[in-house]
């Protein structure tokens, strides 16, 4: 995984980042439109790339009227 440093903040970030705009108990408002992936499938998913190297995750309270952030939260657990 390559990594960039975040502006002058001494961070450094993967260059992937993994949305989770799909994070979702089916039915929240985005389910309709994008799809919805349950806790189960998230947290493999997060595992997955952490795995991998990924570590910064793209999330908003928008996403699933804030279930994404949530699930990400239960994903990532005490890491």
Known sequence: ??????????LYVSELTLGTMTFDNEGGSFADRIGATGQELATRMVDLSIEAGINIFDTANVYSS???????????GSR
Do not use: P
Not at 66 to 74: A, F, R
């Open 1 to 10: 995984m390559k990594y960039n440093q975040l502006g002058h903040s001494g």
């Open 66 to 76: 804030g279930v994404s952030e949530e699930m990400l939260g239960k994903a990532l």
